[in-house]
Nanobody, 123 residues
Framework: QVQLVESGGGLVQAGGSLRLSCAAS????????MGWFRQAPGKEREFVAA????????DYADSVKGRFTISRDNAKITVYLQMNSLKPEDTAVYYC????????????????WGQGTQVTVSS
């Protein structure tokens, strides 16, 4: 059973930055695509970004493209989400997830999920 633990969330003013981290419990992490999703109150969970394996290609939702960057460190079995130029509409609980099907935006394709970390952006 893979465990994913997110960290790095918090309260930030609009225009600020945060870096989220997601640490995996097992080495096979390095052979799976990883994704970040978010869920705001009263809204459905939505795709944010994903990074592939073995080639670390990336994919981003249009709403975060150019502001967020996903990366991974296989040696540390950790995936990151650097969030810049944050907006109040980025406020949500952010989840990382692991999939065995390659780079994908579809939440149902992800097998393991973290518990989430809260990001709040004030105006």
């Amino acid at each position: 059973q893979v465990q994913l633990v997110e960290s790095g969330g918090g309260l930030v003013q609009a225009g600020g930055s945060l870096r989220l981290s997601c640490a995996a419990s097992e080495r096979p992490f390095s052979k799976h695509a990883m994704g970040w999703f978010r869920q705001a109150p009263g809204k459905e969970r939505e795709f944010v970004a994903a990074i592939g394996w073995p080639i670390p290609t990336s994919d981003y939702a249009d709403s975060v493209k150019g502001r967020f960057t996903i990366s991974r460190d296989n040696a540390k079995i950790t995936v990151y989400l650097q969030m810049n130029s944050l907006k109040p509409e980025d406020t949500a609980v952010y989840y990382c997830a692991q999939t065995g099907v390659g780079l994908t935006r579809y939440a149902k394709s992800y097998d393991y999920w973290g518990q989430g970390t809260q990001v709040t952006v004030s105006s």
